[in-house]
């Protein structure tokens, strides 16, 4: 009997959960691409703060998923599973993925892949699927952001509020945006961003209320928590949808009166993509697919990249986002 011996590939290992340092290429299996699943050959990934979160130890991936980081791909497709119908080999892929973005091979399920558009590099491409799959989420599915309504937009220099501030601007909505400095404020408004407010010099709440005349916001993405609780709920707009997608802020709010929120008759949602079923990131990248592929194509919607490192370098990498200077996507190109 002849026994296949399992390839080999280069992929990033954390040697013990800690800093920057701990990270390095070494050896791995390379994974197999079962019935429904493509083989993709990773031309470049990007960071997301989730991988920071991880490789302390803090956010350990979906059980069964891949340990190696990374989030974001974007490759050729080298080989296939038996049923996988809709790709050739050969052809431009990005997708999500739950984890093992960060190597040189990963496996896909056919649904979660995307055409890269021709007109975009594997860099551009890898910086859109979290960044963007995440904004959609919250603007289009749960937001219900609709032309001329105002959105407040924090973290807006982030990867996924860059990607939030195209997207609502695409949707024909009033984006407020806050960051921590007048350079990020300044990009936002290259994007579109109508107001942007410094968090760390100005109040966000005064600033929403007289730019709405006291309307407020109809949609609040927000990743910061605790520390805005108060403000985004005096923020909301009456029938408001605010969307929480992280706690940088914090996650204990010391005293909340139900009666704020009945009073703007507000939604509150929050959301993590990672642990979501197969079937929603599906759902959720046909209906992204659908409706960003052509204007990412046309050019209405543009992948931001902050900066392009090789992956021998990812430890650079991540500090540069620990350090917050950012503004877009840290790309890394798998070289
Ligand atoms: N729920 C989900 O499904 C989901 C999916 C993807 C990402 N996320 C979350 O979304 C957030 C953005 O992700 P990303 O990868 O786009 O991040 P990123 O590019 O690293 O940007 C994060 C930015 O948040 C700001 N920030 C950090 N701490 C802050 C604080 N305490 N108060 C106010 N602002 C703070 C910083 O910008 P300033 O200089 O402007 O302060 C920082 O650059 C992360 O928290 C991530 O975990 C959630």
Redesign the pocket.
Known sequence: MQIKTKESMHAIIVDQPGGPEQMRIGEVTRPEPRSHELLVKISATS????D??QREGHYPPPPGESEILGLDIAGIVVGKGDDVLSWEEGERVMALVPGGGYAEYVTVPEQMALPVPPNLTFEEAASIP??FL?AF?AVVWYGQLKKGETVLI?????????AAIQLAKSIGARVVI????EE?IKFCETLGADLGVN??TDDFKSRLAEFTQSHGADVIVD??GA??WDQNLSSLALDGRMII??????SEVGHFNIRDLFKKRGQVT?????SRSLDYKEKLTRDFGTYALPRFSAGTLKPVI?SVYSWKNVADAHRR?EA???K???VLVID
């Open positions: 960071l997301n703060r989730a920071i979160l979290e960044a995440t989420q924090h973290a807006g220099a982030s990867g996924v509020g860059t806050t960051a921590g400095s990020k968090y760390k990743f910061i520390s805005y997608l992280a706690m940088l802020g914090g929050t959301s993590a993509l990672r902050d986002m917050n200077t950012n877009g996507k840290i």
